[in-house]
C-alpha cells in the first residue's frame, strides 16, 4: 500500500503546524495548513488500520504538536459559529466558488478524525498536557447539542454522501446545510475522543477528571445518549443506523448487533461509573442517581454478551439501587481551566464582521488562476485511489454483493464484479448515476478547471 505521505516529508509538515489567528482562516497561509492535516490525517489512518508503525501518532507526540490540532479545532469551530453567519449574510458577497469554504467547514471534521486516531494512544493523551481539557469542552459542547437536538425532535441528519441538493437553492444555503449535516459526524467523532480521554484518566490530572464528573456531569451526558441513540432510527417501516458516514437499512437479524458508537458509549460509561479512579468522586445526589439507573432498562443478555464488561456495569447499578453512596470528598486542589476557547472569543469580541468583510476580499473570492492552482493542489490531495486505500473492505457488487473488482465508468461510485450485473443493476443505478455525474460536473466547472 503507496503511503500518502513519507516519514520525513510527514515529519515536515507536523514541525511547521502552528496557530493561527481567525483572521487567517481561508487565507493561502491557512490553506496550507489544512493540505498538511488532510495528508497527516489520511496516513494516520492508513498505518492504524493496516497496523503498520504509527509514526504520524508518534511525531505529533515527539514534537508536541496536538495542543495545536486542538487549537486549529476549536478556532474553525469559533469560526462556524461567528463568522460564517455573517459572511452568508453579507449582500456584495457573490462567490465564484464555494469550494473554499466547503473546505473551510469541512476542516473541522478532518481535525477531529485525526485527533480521534491518535488519541487513542495514551501518550497522545499525555502530550496534549492542559489542551486536555479544551479538547473535554469540545467533546462536552458537541455532545450537548446532540442530545439537545434529540430531546426538541430537531435530529435530522442527513446522509452526507447520498445527499442531493435542493435545485432552488442557493449555493450559500447548500453550503449552510452541509455545514449542518457535516456537524452530525463531527459529534459522532468527539463522542469517539472523548472514550480515549476517559479511558487513560488515570494518567492525567485531576483537574481532567473533576471537569468531566463535576463541571459537566458526563455521565448523565452519556445516559441521555443510551437514551435516544441518534444514530438509529425507524424510517419507511425499517431500521436504520448511521455507519461509514450514511444511513443504512439493517437486516432484522443484525438490529440487535452494536454498532461502533454503541460500543464507544458504552465503554465511556463503564470507564467513568467503574474505574478506581472514578469511584468516590461522582455526586450520587437523587438526580444523578435516578439518571445513571436508567441504565438498567438498556442492558440485556445480548448487549452484554458482546460487551462482556457490561456485567459488571449491571451489577454496579444493581448495587447502587440498594445504596446512598457517600458525596464525594471537597479536596481543596489548584484546578486548571481550559482556555483556547475564551482566548480566540476574547481576542476577537466585536470583530466578526470586520472579519468576514476582510475573509471576503482576501480568501474567498479568488481569481481564475488561483482556483486553477487551488483546484490542482486538492486534487493531489483528495487522490481517489488514496482515498480509497483508506477503506478496510473490498468494494462489492452493486447487485449481488460479491467482491469487485470493475466500477462504473461514468459517476466512479459504484463497483461491479461482472458487465452482466452491471447491466442488471443498470435500471435502479441509473438516477443515482446522472446525479453523481452532473455533481462531479458542476465540481470541476465551480473550481475553474479548464483545459
Not at 150 to 171: E, F, K, L, Y
Not at 433 to 451: D, F, G, H, N, Y
Amino acid at each position: 500500500m503507496d503511503p500518502v505521505v513519507l516519514h520525513g516529508e510527514a515529519e515536515g509538515y507536523v514541525k511547521s503546524l502552528e496557530k493561527l489567528p481567525l483572521k487567517d482562516v481561508g487565507s493561502p497561509r491557512w490553506f496550507r495548513q489544512h493540505e498538511y492535516i488532510e495528508k497527516l490525517n489520511m496516513q494516520a489512518i492508513l498505518n492504524a488500520s493496516a497496523s503498520q508503525e504509527e509514526f504520524v501518532q508518534e511525531l505529533f507526540v515527539s514534537f508536541g504538536k496536538i495542543p495545536t490540532l486542538v487549537h486549529e479545532m476549536i478556532l474553525i469551530e469559533v469560526w462556524k459559529q461567528k463568522v460564517f453567519p455573517i459572511l452568508c449574510q453579507l449582500q456584495d458577497f457573490t462567490p465564484k466558488s464555494t469550494f473554499p469554504l466547503y473546505m473551510v467547514i469541512h476542516h473541522e471534521a478532518t481535525v477531529i478524525n485525526l485527533l480521534e486516531t491518535i488519541m487513542f494512544h495514551q501518550d497522545s493523551c499525555e502530550s496534549a498536557e492542559e489542551a486536555v481539557l479544551d479538547l473535554v469542552d469540545y467533546c462536552h459542547r458537541k455532545l450537548t447539542l446532540l442530545a439537545g437536538k434529540c430531546a426538541r425532535g430537531d435530529m435530522t441528519p442527513g446522509d452526507r454522501i447520498t445527499h442531493n441538493p435542493d435545485a432552488n437553492q442557493s449555493s450559500i444555503e447548500e453550503l449552510q446545510n452541509q455545514s449542518v449535516r457535516l456537524e452530525f459526524d463531527i459529534s459522532l467523532k468527539a463522542l469517539s475522543v472523548l472514550r480515549y480521554i476517559i479511558g487513560h484518566v488515570e494518567s492525567l490530572s485531576v483537574s481532567v477528571l473533576n471537569r468531566l464528573l463535576r463541571t459537566h456531569n458526563m455521565p448523565c451526558v452519556l445516559v441521555q445518549l443510551v437514551d435516544y441513540c441518534p444514530w438509529s432510527r425507524y424510517t419507511a417501516g425499517k431500521v436504520e443506523k448511521y455507519m461509514d458516514g450514511r444511513w443504512q437499512a439493517v437486516a432484522p437479524r443484525d438490529q440487535v448487533k452494536m454498532t461502533p458508537q454503541d460500543g464507544q458509549l458504552w465503554i465511556a460509561l463503564v470507564n467513568l461509573l467503574l474505574k478506581p479512579e472514578c469511584q468516590g468522586k461522582y455526586d450520587y445526589n437523587n438526580f444523578n442517581k435516578n439518571q445513571v439507573l436508567k441504565l438498567r432498562g438498556s442492558l440485556n443478555e445480548v448487549l452484554i454478551d458482546q460487551l462482556p464488561i457490561l456485567g459488571d456495569l449491571q451489577r454496579f447499578l444493581s448495587q447502587l439501587a440498594l445504596t446512598d453512596p457517600a458525596p464525594p470528598k471537597k479536596d481543596l486542589i489548584l484546578e486548571q481551566i481550559p482556555e483556547m476557547w475564551s482566548n480566540i472569543m476574547d481576542a476577537n469580541s466585536g470583530k466578526w464582521k470586520g472579519i468576514a468583510k476582510h475573509q471576503v476580499k482576501t480568501a474567498f473570492n479568488p481569481s481564475d488562476s488561483d482556483l486553477r492552482v487551488q483546484a490542482q493542489r486538492l486534487s493531489q490531495t483528495y487522490n481517489l485511489d488514496v482515498l480509497e486505500n483508506l477503506i478496510s473492505e473490498k468494494p462489492k457488487c452493486g447487485l449481488c454483493g460479491a467482491e469487485a473488482a470493475k466500477r462504473c465508468s461514468r459517476c466512479q461510485g459504484e463497483w461491479y464484479c461482472n458487465r452482466e450485473c452491471q447491466v442488471k443493476h443498470w435500471p435502479k443505478h441509473k438516477p443515482a448515476c446522472q446525479l453523481m455525474a452532473e455533481a462531479t460536473e458542476k465540481l470541476q466547472k465551480e473550481l475553474s478547471i479548464r483545459a
